[in-house]
């Protein structure tokens, strides 16, 4: 089936700074979502991007829909402690239904 | 709107027990879907429906049941639990399934599951 690649891993950071992580594909991708999950809580859309080259916003997030359609990335500016939690992203290929692709996810951690 | 709510919130099974995990949502969502989530393995899509009366396999459907007689209920059945099965289960429902801006996923809370 598909994958998606996610890195890093896992962050650890300090709060103010800038954070950059990514996801690439083997296949292309129709639509690029990102979602973070906090603690014991399910996944919640942060940005969808549904065009190649798309570049959206959402407060301190960006995140951008590469133009090989394979890669997408999200940043977070000047990170807060409560930026803390699982960042995903996830992909869909296309087709008469809607079945979303994960990456296995970005632990990020926020030192106050 | 109470949004996707997920019952129970935690569960111990011995092996070879049975059960269902419950999953509503009252937004009128025609697409349903079940994924667990594994420990550095993301999301995995376990079985979903595009409406009432049509469900189909995801990515990893074996051991896994469901049914959508309902536009609102759509139960995971588990009829002989392995401790394979272990895992944290999110339901999730969006208005539609082609992908677009309208079609937004939205996930209950999860279950926690533990098969002994």
């Known amino acids: 089936g598909q994958q998606l690649n996610q890195s890093p891993q896992s962050m650890f950071i300090q709060e103010g700074e800038d954070v950059s992580m990514n996801c690439t594909s083997s296949?292309?991708?129709?639509?690029w979502l990102w979602y973070k999950q906090d603690p014991g809580e399910g996944p919640v859309l942060l940005i969808a991007?549904?065009?190649?080259?798309e570049l959206t916003s959402n407060g301190r997030l960006t995140a951008q829909f590469g133009i090989t359609r394979k890669d997408s990335f999200l940043n977070i500016s000047a990170s807060i402690p409560s930026d803390v939690g699982i960042y995903f992203c996830a992909g869909f290929s296309g087709g008469s239904n809607y079945k979303l692709t994960f990456g296995k996810g970005t632990l990020l951690t926020v030192n106050p | 709107n109470a949004g996707v709510t997920q019952t129970p919130k935690f569960q111990v099974l011995k092996t070879g027990q049975s059960m269902t995990l419950q999953c509503a949502q009252d937004?009128?969502?025609?697409?349903m879907s079940w994924y667990r989530q594994d420990p550095g393995m993301g999301l995995r899509l376990i079985h979903y429906s595009v409406g009432a009366g049509i469900t189909d396999q995801g990515e990893v459907p074996n051991g896994y049941n469901v049914s959508r007689s309902t536009t609102e209920d759509f139960p995971l059945r588990l009829l002989s639990a392995a401790p394979s099965q272990t895992s944290v289960y999110f339901c999730a429902s969006s208005l539609g399934w082609r992908g677009v801006s309208t079609d937004t996923q939205y996930f209950g809370p999860g279950t926690r599951l533990t098969v002994l």
């Open positions: 937004m009128n969502h025609e697409y």
């Open positions: 296949s292309i991708f129709n639509t």
């Open positions: 991007l549904y065009k190649a080259g």
